[in-house]
T-cell receptor, first 110, second 115 residues
Framework: GQNIDQPTEMTATEGAIVQINCTYQTSGFNGLFWYQQHAGEAPTFLSYNVLDGLEEKGRFSSFLSRSKGYSYLLLKELQMKDSASYLCAVKTPNDYKLSFGAGTTVTVRA | DADVTQTPRNRITKTGKRIMLECSQTKGHDRMYWYRQDPGLGLRLIYYSFDVKDINKGEISDGYSVSRQAQAKFSLSLESAIPNQTALYFC??????????????FGPGTRLTVL
């Protein structure tokens, strides 16, 4: 089975940094995705990690440790438009399905 | 124009009714997926298809059926809708040859309410 855990909610101030953690226990691993989802909208792809380490993409960075079953998404210089849910998803080998965590709702306050 | 479209966007129906949700894509991807999203539960996979002749059950397929009419079209049916099928439904596509990440691209969603 797949078990993917992330915090339910986080609040941060505009201009600050927020780190969203994701831990996973899955039957196989073939990469980890982070998606952003604004309320009532479709999830959109943010980042992908398959090897250990940090991937940086502008204000967003994602880290993976396969031995610890752990990833985080780092959002820097927070803007109001970053208020959204952030979904962690693990890709399983062979069938390429995604298993999603429940999502973390980030609220950015002025 | 949107690459992945879903119709209808909103639907209210009654218990016992048959309903079909449709998904079309212009991305040329071979893989298509149906998910439902419920508050606090995240996205859960209902069915997926890797090509027109390949249909696979996901983790919550009971009460649902699908049809892959063409590479670009993947429909989800609720044979006899029940209230606990009230949810936000998403279609998604992917193609390993299109991107090194093989990320999934999601449609705008269909909000279904079963009374």
């Amino acid at each position: 089975g797949q078990n993917i855990d992330q915090p339910t909610e986080m609040t941060a101030t505009e201009g600050a940094i927020v780190q969203i953690n994701c831990t996973y226990q899955t039957s196989g691993f073939n990469g980890l995705f982070w998606y952003q989802q604004h309320a009532g909208e479709a999830p959109t792809f943010l980042s992908y990690n398959v090897l250990d380490g940090l991937e940086e993409k502008g204000r967003f960075s994602s880290f993976l440790s396969r031995s610890k079953g752990y990833s985080y998404l780092l959002l820097k210089e927070l803007q109001m438009k970053d208020s959204a849910s952030y979904l962690c998803a693990v890709k399983t080998p062979n069938d390429y399905k995604l298993s999603f965590g429940a999502g973390t709702t980030v609220t950015v306050r002025a | 124009d949107a690459d992945v479209t879903q119709t209808p966007r909103n639907r209210i129906t009654k218990t016992g009714k048959r309903i079909m949700l449709e998904c079309s894509q212009t991305k040329g991807h071979d893989r298509m997926y149906w998910y439902r999203q419920d508050p606090g539960l995240g996205l859960r996979l209902i069915y997926y298809s890797f090509d027109v002749k390949d249909i696979n059950k996901g983790e919550i397929s009971d009460g649902y059926s699908v049809s892959r009419q063409a590479q670009a079209k993947f429909s989800l049916s609720l044979e006899s809708a029940i209230p606990n099928q009230t949810a936000l439904y998403f279609c998604a596509t992917s193609d390993q040859s299109a991107s090194p990440y093989n990320e999934q691209f999601f449609g705008p969603g269909t909000r279904l309410t079963v009374l």
